[in-house]
């Protein structure tokens, strides 16, 4: 009677002790996550909990996913699922300030008319013809809203930068002012060669109607006191007290956007001026202080990339000098560049980091291998596509065309350059942030976006993605510090790394073997077909024991060669097959067998402290 009451008792101190561990857990340790995969995509990034550290008001987060109408679309699933991990986690780590729901807009219900207001975006998938919601919006306490249209799988690396960059833009809404200097016609206006009206560039066009610009020349001293981008554009002859005013803005931890070209070829009042020589510009003093070399000297030569353009003959002809950059010279891991395809430029600049540079360099921009450098005053006399490629010679190397510095840098200037400005003078950053890019021509429209009249309004067609950079550069860099050093998550598909290796060295250790045994096969063949040739010639109706003797053993081995070739290749899938099997077997097997020793050894434990229990209650009753 004793021992029921012992295992009864032990059985209840067993379930309450379970109870409170996991009421413990959701209590204390909710907080508190250990994430084990390898690049860490269950877990946010020290960029990511300073933009949520930075929240002042709630936001509400409310997460868009049809489950319902996708119940057979297993890939799209698991990749809903992995966004909701994540946005838990979001809201876990605001300690409050985010407030998420997760919602499921059925056909022709409330729920799909709140993610239509939002300006979710319905995908149709599949022959049911329904639309699948997979999105978030969210709102602050003011009334602002923004979405995520659609979680697109290809773009699963920026999953976080793309959370992130709502969050931050909710929680602070101030407009972004952005100072664009430049001595470049690029607002609009009378054109001097022709007299016409012409309209603003279309660069400067979107980025007015994204954020708040301030248009400046190279005649200012110093920088308005309140941007939070500076956007240059091919700048010449800039004094000393506007670099020292560039180079401290940027030691205070201001981000630059800086165009800078060995030959601007959109210049029209350099064109009219009939400078033959070529129309540079450069950052020399401050970039080569910041840790990288452009070399303003010479102009990019590029025979696989260069852009075919028509003659005034009317012909068509590749100028090695108008360059068309594809996704592969374009760096798929940074949020400006990875979503593009195309861009478009001429007479590019290369840069080249410094030996003792202490920033970090990201190139953003690469030509081709079949690459070559002219000098750029050579460039600028010749005007005949034909004669550049006669000059072309490839150097069989890639230049990097544009890139980000960020991090260490020192100032371009020892001091400052005068008494009153040297006392707030800094010398130093370790917050640096500079996206800097060889050409001025990618932001003519002609480079990128054709014009069309369509019942008198024009409308601006991009065959290019240069407006898009443009775009991506400044909402990148006009972010905060934590949100700019967002990484890219890592994608949530591991490869088999192992199973590669092994594939390659079964490859390698069967292939010679495999190739031996396919030589004597094709010389089998052969000699079989020689044979028969004289069998079927007309010469030797009847032919001797011997000679049928000699061609059944040809038959014979060219069945065991066969033989021995599936062999072969089944040798390559053995290694794998092996691994398979070893997992199937510690995940079946092995795994469970180790529970369940773990869960009698803890009931040895409990039964032995029972029964210790037990003799001390019949030593107390003696």
Do not use: C
């Amino acid at each position: 009677m004793l021992n029921k009451v012992t295992a009864t008792f032990s059985l209840l101190l067993i379930a309450i002790v379970f109870f409170a561990l996991v009421l413990i857990n959701n209590q204390l340790l909710s907080p508190l996550r250990l994430d084990l995969t390898q690049n860490q995509v269950y877990s946010l990034s020290t960029g990511s909990k300073e933009v949520l550290a930075e929240i002042d008001e709630p936001i509400n987060l409310y997460f868009f996913f049809s489950d319902k109408a996708s119940k057979n679309m297993t890939s799209l699933r698991n990749y809903a699922n992995r966004v909701e991990s994540l946005l838990r986690e979001y809201q876990t780590m605001a300690n409050g300030k985010l407030s998420l729901q997760v919602i499921d807009p059925q056909p022709f219900s409330e729920q799909e008319d709140q993610a239509n207001q939002y300006g979710l975006t319905g995908a149709t998938i599949g022959a049911a013809g329904e639309a699948i919601y997979l999105g978030v919006a969210a709102t602050n306490s003011i009334g602002e809203h923004k979405v995520i249209a659609f979680f697109d799988p290809k773009q699963e690396s920026f999953l976080e930068y793309e959370i992130s960059k709502l969050i931050h833009q909710l929680s602070d809404t101030k407009a972004i002012k952005v100072t664009l200097l430049t001595d470049l016609n690029i607002a609009g206006g009378q054109n001097p060669m022709t007299g016409q009206m012409e309209p603003a560039w279309t660069f400067f066009t979107q980025l007015q109607q994204l954020n708040e610009v301030e248009l400046v020349g190279s005649d200012i001293v110093t920088l308005p006191t309140d941007t939070d981008l500076l956007v240059l554009v091919h700048p010449q002859h800039l004094s000393d007290e506007l670099l020292f005013a560039i180079d401290q803005y940027a030691m205070q931890g201001g981000k630059v956007l800086a165009f800078v070209d060995p030959h601007n070829e959109s210049d029209q009042l350099a064109m009219m001026a009939g400078s033959m020589g070529p129309n540079s510009s450069s950052l020399d003093k401050l970039l080569s202080a910041w840790g990288v070399d452009f070399d303003g000297e010479h102009v990019l030569l590029d025979a696989m990339a260069g852009l075919d353009i028509r003659t005034q003959s009317g012909g068509v002809t590749r100028h090695f000098g108008f360059v068309g950059l594809g996704a592969e010279q374009l760096d798929r891991e940074d949020i400006t560049t990875s979503n593009l395809d195309v861009i478009n430029g001429a007479s590019f600049g290369t840069f080249t980091k410094k030996a003792d540079s202490q920033a970090r360099w990201l190139p953003l921009m690469k030509s081709t291998v079949n690459a070559d450098l002219i000098d750029s005053a050579s460039y600028a006399m010749t005007r005949d596509p034909d004669e550049l490629a006669r000059k072309y010679q490839s150097k069989n190397r890639q230049y990097t065309l544009a890139g980000r510095l960020t991090g260490k840098a020192n100032s371009a200037f020892d001091q400052g350059l005068d008494a009153e400005q040297s006392t707030v003078f800094i010398d130093s950053t370790k917050n640096l942030n500079v996206i800097v890019v060889g050409d001025t021509d990618i932001l003519a429209d002609r480079f990128w976006v054709q014009q069309a009249n369509f019942f008198g309004q024009t409308i601006f067609t991009p065959f290019a993605n240069n407006g898009d950079f443009v775009t991506n550069a400044v909402e990148n860099l006009s972010g905060s510090d934590a949100l700019i050093s967002v990484r890219s998550r890592g994608t949530f598909v591991r490869p088999f790394i192992k199973v590669d290796e092994l594939t390659v060295l079964a490859e390698k250790k069967f292939r010679e073997q495999e190739l031996i045994l396919q030589q004597q096969l094709d010389e089998t063949e052969a000699q079989l077909m020689q044979l028969q040739s004289q069998q079927d010639d007309g010469t030797a109706l009847v032919i001797s024991p011997e000679q049928q003797q000699t061609i059944d053993n040809f038959m014979q081995k060219k069945i065991e060669i066969r033989k021995a070739l599936r062999e072969v290749r089944h040798q390559l899938d053995k290694d794998i097959e092996q691994l398979g099997n070893w997992i199937k077997f510690i995940n079946i097997a092995v795994a469970p067998l180790i529970l369940v020793m773990l869960l009698a050894l803890l009931a040895a434990m409990l039964r032995t402290r029972s029964n210790a229990s037990q003799r001390e209650h019949v030593k107390e009753a003696k």
